[in-house]
Nanobody
Framework: VQLQASGGGLVQPGGSLRLSCAASGYIFSINTMDWYRQAPGNERGLVASITTGGSTRYADSVKGRFTISGDHVKNTVYLQMDSLKPEDTAVYYC?????????WGQGTQVTVSS
């Protein structure tokens, strides 16, 4: 099973993007579906996470601006990003964690610049 992330691109500060991540096949026993990001020279860090029960958590830097949602039946996770800032520029990765392993997507570039 592979994860395919899409929706990245170039956007001006204050703009919005919606990232999507879909699995190529069915993933059993999902615990969480997450988005991470990595900017040049920085470590990869958690942006947002959603459990199968719908509980969410966010990095402090994106609270109130980003919204994660997921469809655990379709194995798809989304990240709605509003009020984007230049510091949100990074490669965004999706991740799915199950009871036995984790899957990573290939990453999608988000660039926030005027």
């Amino acid at each position: 099973v592979q994860l395919q992330a899409s929706g990245g691109g170039l956007v001006q500060p204050g703009g919005s993007l919606r990232l999507s991540c879909a699995a190529s096949g069915y993933i059993f026993s999902i615990n969480t579906m997450d988005w991470y990001r990595q900017a040049p020279g920085n470590e990869r860090g958690l942006v947002a996470s959603i459990t199968t029960g719908g509980s969410t958590r966010y990095a402090d830097s994106v609270k109130g601006r980003f919204t994660i949602s997921g469809d655990h039946v379709k194995n798809t996770v989304y990240l709605q990003m509003d009020s984007l800032k230049p510091e949100d520029t990074a490669v965004y990765y999706c991740r799915v964690v199950t009871t036995s392993r984790m899957y990573w997507g290939q990453g999608t570039q988000v660039t926030v610049s005027s």
